[in-house]
């Protein structure tokens, strides 16, 4: 959906950091600037923003995770803690525009519009739990620990990737953020 700037942007993605080197920076009570940052910089910023964005979330599901599951080399616990980590991972490297979502042409990650927020909560909560269960799986009926370890990882990345484009989809059904379907 073409905007006057030219760019090709959706309305539930958040596309500034994607496309800019600034970052916001504090440096003092109350005192909140913009700063140009480096490539490291961008991407420390950029991880802890996708740190916040994807933890908060997956609240619910890490803790079923750490009180009900069992204690097993390479389990479940394992293959959740790897997830989560690629999810934090992936989504910081689509946020700066290293890594391009998959499906969609928009650089750049999800906005925080109310009605994406219990989108993230369902979606995030389900991708992390056949990310954990397949890993656990792989590693307890295979018995192939590091296989289990990279399986998580893969499928952590195809599960956070797709989200922008699930959003977008998301946002034109049920006509989040003035997105009328057609348009």
Partial sequence: MPNPSGRDDHPCRSTRAARSRRRGSWFGHGQ????????????????????????????????????????????????????????????????????PPLATETRGWVSLAPALLLFRLVYFNAVLAVVAYGGGTVANVMGLPLVSVAFSMALASVGIAAFPRLAELFCDRFLVSGVRPGD
């Fill in 32 to 99: 909140i600037t913009s700063a140009e940052k480096s490539g490291f910089g961008r991407f420390l910023d950029d991880i802890v923003y996708a740190f916040a964005d994807v933890s908060l979330p997956l609240i619910p599901f890490l803790w079923y995770v750490r009180v009900g599951a069992p204690n097993r080399f390479f389990g479940l616990k394992t293959s959740a803690f790897v997830g989560w980590m690629t999810m934090v991972v992936v989504t910081a490297l689509i946020r700066g525009g290293w890594l």
